[in-house]
């Protein structure tokens, strides 16, 4: 991702002659040396603000949250990180910040797995005592309808029993 860079080692581009003064000038432009000192104090992640934003801004809990500087420095005071450097267009870490911000996201990933189960606990219960609630419903439907199928039995036996009792007094 980073584009080659030609230094010209002199003014009248003749090979062999080095003038310090212009190929400094031209490291410090290109921030090479920056770079360099960077890499030596073991800087060894550098990444964008918005980068930066996109990927741990959920450790701020915002929802909309701007890719600037500004949140960065947020998420970063958030989580109490130590030992890293801002510059005016990334972050500078060292090798291990990265597992201490991704632990941080692993125990918010965590709390979120605990949420849902909860949430889908209740729900389940929630469906079951409704289910429950239908259940017993229908059971006294069909007790109430086989008392009434009952009823209705001993009535027509005792109609027939009256019957034969009107038969055999008739004879």
Do not use: M
């Amino acid at each position: 991702d980073a584009l080659p860079i030609c230094f010209k080692p002199n003014v009248i581009k003749q090979p062999g002659l080095l003038e310090p003064k212009i190929l400094l000038y031209q490291l410090r432009y290109n921030g090479l040396l920056e770079t360099i000192r960077i890499r030596k104090d073991g800087f060894c992640w550098r990444p964008a603000f918005q980068d930066f934003a996109k990927k741990y801004g959920i450790l701020l809990l915002k929802p909309d949250l701007p890719l600037t500087r500004e949140s960065c420095l947020a998420i970063l005071e958030r989580t109490n990180l130590a030992g890293w450097k801002c510059g005016k267009s990334r972050l500078f870490f060292k090798y291990w910040h990265q597992d201490q911000l991704a632990r941080h996201v692993d125990r918010l990933e965590d709390a979120a797995v605990i949420i849902q189960k909860y949430y889908k606990s209740l729900c389940y219960r929630r469906r079951y005592q409704a289910l429950l609630v239908k259940l017993r419903a229908q059971q006294q439907e069909e007790r109430e309808l086989e008392e009434k199928r009952q009823q209705e039995h001993e009535a027509e036996l005792e109609r027939a029993r009256q019957q034969d009792l009107e038969i055999v007094r008739a004879h």
